[in-house]
């Protein structure tokens, strides 16, 4: 299966602290990309890196790509209540066709 | 709002029924994808469609079929429902497909939830 798999499954911090969760996956990608879920609604994209991209940035969030390491992690600075869900990396494959998702990392900023 | 829209946002039925979601995708995308996601197995790609025609299949059962329609929405048939089949059923919609949907996003409907009693 060329289905990632995040890391950890659940994490639960204090609000104002940062969140790293890591996503695992094993073919090679185009671009690799990062949803958010709220409980029981659709998921929401929140950022995208390219395979040649190794650093990206959008307000609070920080995602890492290594090619090599088949892995990528989401960093959430200064977390808020608000940001409770659960985070999502996919893989776009190199047809583009296909979007593969992780199993999910779900979490809980505690107030 | 995704401007994905799905119908019905719940349904509930028995073993051995069938049953049709159906989903509108975003104006101007070209592409639908439907997905299932179930507590014990993440989020399952089941098929996709761009303008009217399959384009890549994934771990669709059978008893599943979709199609896409001239308009562009899309419908996905359930038949013969089995307990496990309880889920909730998404559907994604994007610009394009291959080269010009590598760096697009997908855009999310709020799904379905099935259950099958």
């Known amino acids: 299966s060329q289905q990632g798999e995040e890391d950890p499954q659940a994490l639960s911090i204090q609000e104002g602290e940062n969140a790293t969760m890591n996503c695992s996956y094993k073919?090679?990608?185009?671009?690799l990309q990062w949803y958010r879920q709220n409980s029981g609604r659709g998921l929401v994209h929140l950022i995208l890196?390219?395979?040649?991209?190794r650093e990206k940035h959008s307000g609070r969030l920080r995602v890492t790509l290594d090619t090599s390491k088949k892995s990528s992690s989401l960093l959430i600075t200064a977390s808020r209540a608000a940001d409770t869900a659960s985070y999502f990396c996919?893989?776009?494959?190199?047809?583009?066709?296909?979007?593969?998702f992780g199993t999910g990392t779900s979490l809980t900023v505690i107030p | 709002d995704s401007g994905v829209t799905q119908t019905p946002k719940h349904l509930i039925t028995a073993t051995g029924q069938r049953v049709t979601l159906r989903c509108s995708p975003r104006?101007?995308?070209?592409?639908v994808y439907w997905y299932q996601q179930s507590l014990d197995q993440g989020l399952q790609f089941l098929i996709q469609?761009?303008?009217?025609?399959?384009?890549a299949k994934g771990n669709i059962l059978e008893r599943f079929s979709a199609q896409q329609f001239p308009d562009l929405h899309s419908e996905l048939n359930l038949s013969s429902l089995e307990l496990g089949d309880s889920a909730l059923y998404f559907c994604?919609?994007?610009?394009?497909?291959?080269?010009?949907?590598?760096?697009?996003?997908?855009?999310f409907g709020n799904g379905t939830r099935l259950t099958v009693t």
């Open positions: 994604a919609s994007s610009p394009g497909q291959g080269i010009a949907s590598y760096n697009s996003p997908l855009h």
């Open positions: 469609y761009y303008n009217g025609e399959e384009r």
């Open positions: 890196i390219r395979s040649n991209e």
């Open positions: 996919a893989t776009v494959s190199n047809t583009g066709n296909q979007f593969y």
């Open positions: 104006s101007g995308d070209l592409s």
């Open positions: 073919t090679s990608i185009n671009n």
